[in-house]
């Protein structure tokens, strides 16, 4: 395997696990990690391809809180989301999940035309709804 930061040879050092949270609950993988004797870079493929990277959990899970914690308090939806699909986590954890993603979705807004497109296009006049 190449490393990705100076592009030599990156060799196998061990097997590493790691607890994951999925939209079928929880699970504990084991992974091959990787580092570069000559850069010192490290690696485990298995998270890239995840998508899960340094995350404890899936992408899938990230959207089913934001869109949880979207929708109720943080305390009701740790609720809903164990009595729904079987997952458990800490109010605090659908805080922090909710921060996160507003912070991307803010990013997002901010760098992409397509939502000033979206709205140029658009017939009508504008309108904003609040609660």
């Not at 190449?2 to 084991?30: I, Q």
């Not at 899936?58 to 009701?76: A, C, L, N, Q, Y």
């Not at 986590?89 to 659908?94: E, G, L, P, R």
């Not at 979705?105 to 296009?121: K, M, N, T, Y």
Request: hydrophobic share 35%; charged share 25%; net charge positive.
């Amino acid at each position: 395997m190449s490393c990705p930061s100076c592009g030599r040879r990156a060799s196998y050092r061990c097997r590493c696990g790691k607890h994951l949270l999925t939209t079928v609950g929880a699970m504990h993988v084991e992974r091959r990690y990787y580092a570069c004797r000559h850069c010192g870079a490290k690696q485990v493929p298995w998270d890239a391809w995840a998508g899960v990277g340094v995350r404890q959990m899936t992408e899938h899970v990230r959207k089913m809180i934001t869109i949880v914690g979207s929708s109720w308090s943080f305390d009701g939806a740790s609720d809903r989301l164990r009595d729904l699909c079987h997952i458990r986590v800490s109010n605090d954890t659908i805080r922090r999940v909710c921060d996160e993603e507003g912070r991307r979705a803010q990013a997002w807004l901010a760098e992409a035309d397509e939502p000033a497109r979206a709205i140029e296009g658009a017939a009508g006049h504008y309108e904003f709804y609040t609660d």
